[in-house]
């Protein structure tokens, strides 16, 4: 990356990694039910997968032995080069565990986030959206909202940098209206709308804004897996936001070919949360082995037991914190926003320990290949049975 020494988009440092075995193991993030000693006993996949096989009588899931169910290893951050050296799982946090019965994590307070650089991004759709990239203080990772339509701003983004020139405002995406060659302002210009103090989001509209938070798949979104349906959750989600960025029907000015799509984006938008926790937070490496797992016979849920990582190890206060910045929170946003998800207890963990993001509305997402009968979609004899586990053990409502 050419621009890493750029004040602008400079990540924070980044600690050296350490072996997943240095954690400290942290006992508030031990369920009760694996206190033994014998959880960080060490098996191999076979024998674990055979006591796994042999033991249905388990109350966690019923193909698995609670003692080999320990979240306490999962990584603090993905793997590939950022692995903090200290465990990040706050000491508040509830645990979660292989059923959905426990309820999402939530942080007693939110982590500090703040918007480095935006940017326009024409897409292959026709659709425009402006990618934000956050940093945060409590991983080192750059999460992303993927923001549709002119009328969802962020407040750390558009705060005045002591010292900063107007170019230098334009540089990280801090200006209202469109960019072109010679212009020298970041602020208004003819015609254009100003945002409000707090950066919340432009009333006028009635509708609220769908939000979807989405965990990075490397590979459903990029290497064409079909073992998921990420790709297509995270193509659809985009679809529906470019689409209720568009005025409503009130509006008698159509949009007009070529260079007035951001002139149309007057609906009331959307935002896609892009969360860098790869296989349900417990990385890359481990995703990998997991679908090994699964093509030895367990489920989504029970490779991830079997490797001792919690069935979902995602949290997401990042996301209710990036959503408050970009004035969807309830304090100025109090109407709330329509979220885009299967996942009931999604809702309560983007609404946050406070309740700082009101979710209005849930919004379903049907796979494509049951909602046109097989014909479009993603089709693969791994795709049914994940979808049915996320209905069958992780609560998922796919109807
Ligand atoms: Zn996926």
Redesign the pocket.
């Known amino acids: 990356m050419a621009e890493k020494s750029s004040p602008f988009i400079a990540p924070q440092p980044i600690r050296p990694s350490a072996p997943i075995e240095g954690f400290a193991l942290d006992s508030t993030n031990t369920p009760p039910s694996s206190t033994t000693s014998d959880s960080h006993q060490t098996f191999s996949h076979r024998d674990i997968l055979r006591r796994a096989l042999n033991n249905d009588a388990s109350n966690i899931t019923p193909a698995l032995p609670e003692s080999i169910i320990s979240p306490a290893i999962t990584p603090p951050s993905t793997p590939g080069g950022t692995v903090v050296s200290q465990p990040r799982v706050h000491p508040n946090e509830t645990t979660q565990t292989g059923t959905h019965t426990k309820g999402p994590k939530l942080l007693e307070k939110l982590p500090n986030v703040e918007c480095i650089v935006r940017a326009r991004i024409p897409t292959t759709t026709g659709a425009e959206m402006f990618l934000h990239l956050y940093q945060n203080d409590s991983d080192n990772k750059e999460h992303l909202a993927i923001v549709f339509g002119n009328h969802i701003r962020s407040r750390s983004l558009d705060r005045v940098q002591e010292g900063e020139t107007e170019m230098d405002r334009m540089i990280r995406g801090a200006y209202v209206g469109r960019l072109h060659p010679g212009r020298v302002s970041s602020r208004l210009e003819d015609g254009e709308e100003v945002p409000n103090e707090a950066g919340a989001l432009q009333k006028g509209h009635t509708e609220s804004p769908l939000v979807r938070i989405h965990s990075e ?1 490397y ?3 990029t290497a064409w ?1 079909a ?5 297509e959750q995270l193509d659809e989600a985009a679809r529906l936001m470019s689409m209720a960025s568009e005025p409503t029907s009130s509006s008698t000015e159509p949009p007009v070919d070529g260079g007035a799509v951001s002139d149309a984006a007057d609906g009331p938008g959307g935002v896609i949360i892009y969360l860098r926790q790869e296989g349900r937070g417990i990385g890359l490496g481990e995703k990998l082995k997991a679908y090994n797992l699964q093509d030895l016979g367990s489920d989504t849920v029970e490779a991830n037991l079997i490797l001792r990582h919690p069935a979902d190890a995602r949290s997401y206060g990042l996301a209710t914190a990036m959503l408050v910045d970009l004035g969807l929170g309830a304090d100025a946003s109090p109407e709330g926003i329509r979220l885009l998800t299967n996942n009931p207890d999604k809702i309560r963990a983007v609404e946050g320990p406070n309740r700082e993001v009101r979710v209005k509305d849930r919004v379903a997402m049907i796979p494509i290949a049951w909602r046109t009968g097989g014909q479009k979609g993603i089709r693969s004899a791994e795709i049914e049975g994940y979808l049915q586990t996320k209905i069958g053990k992780m609560g998922h409502m796919i109807r």
Do not use: H
């Not at 073992?227 to 790709?231: P, Q």
């Open positions: 798949c590979t459903g979104e897996s073992r998921c349906d990420c790709g």
